[in-house]
């Protein structure tokens, strides 16, 4: 099985709609990671959590909010989609140390 | 906040070439990882190298922290190769990584 896990796989929506992306991980590591990726661009960071009661936003928070509900789940919403959400998202895990950042499949979300 | 580049931002090579991908930063860090995106999407850490030397079977990393560059080198190169690699950086004080925009490496056989 995977380490770091997200659902859905690939989601489609539209403008207004509430949507919620989710990561899970059984790698027992603390900190968790939400990433936006666009088409030929790096990846940006949306927010970030360290433990279940901390939660830090990244460059890119504006129109989204995050539920860390246990140390191995790590939930993105989209309180009111808008076309421009439209990318691919990942979710992302690392130990104490950051030496490594381990990343789940991605989320392909399209917002008509 | 910290800016890194990376070039070329694209590479077609024949099968068996060798390459190297560079990374520049603007400023210290204590944080850098290469990673690959394969053409499905999903993105593997290479290494973990803020500094000095790491090889793993064909690839290799170097950065010289000082002049603020990182090299990533594939030698022989296969097709599985292809896709985009990306360098990530992190200076002291601050925990986010940033990524740079990525290579896009074709591997033609």
């Known amino acids: 099985d995977a380490d770091v896990t997200q659902t859905p796989r690939n989601r489609i929506t539209k403008t207004g709609k509430r949507i919620m992306l989710e990561c899970s991980q059984t790698?027992?590591?603390?900190?968790m990671y939400w990433y936006r990726q666009d088409p030929g661009l790096g990846l940006r960071l949306i927010y970030y959590?360290?433990?279940?009661?901390?939660?830090n936003k990244g460059e890119i928070s504006d129109g989204y909010s995050v539920s860390r509900q246990a140390q191995a789940k790590f939930s993105l919403s989209l309180e009111s989609a808008i076309p421009n959400q439209t990318a691919l998202y990942f979710c992302?895990?690392?130990?104490?140390?950051?030496?490594?950042?381990?990343f789940g499949p991605g989320t392909r979300l399209l917002v008509l | 906040g910290i800016q890194v580049e990376q070039s070329p931002p694209d590479l077609i090579l024949q099968e068996g070439a060798n390459s190297t991908l560079r990374c520049n930063f603007s400023?210290?860090?204590?944080?850098l990882q290469w990673f690959h995106q394969n053409p499905w999407g999903q993105l593997i850490n290479l290494f973990y190298?803020?500094?000095g030397t790491k090889q793993n079977g064909r690839l290799s990393a170097t950065t010289v922290a000082t002049e603020r560059y990182s090299l990533l080198y594939i030698s022989s190169s296969q097709t599985t190769d292809s896709g985009v690699y990306f360098c990530?950086?992190?200076?002291?004080?601050?925990?986010?990584?940033?990524f740079g925009t990525g290579t896009r490496l074709t591997i033609i056989p």
């Open positions: 992302a895990t690392s130990d104490w140390d950051r030496e490594t950042q381990y």
């Open positions: 790698k027992g590591h603390d900190r």
């Open positions: 400023d210290s860090v204590n944080n």
């Open positions: 959590s360290f433990d279940v009661k901390d939660i």
């Open positions: 190298i803020p500094s």
């Open positions: 990530a950086v992190s200076n002291f004080g601050n925990e986010k990584l940033t």
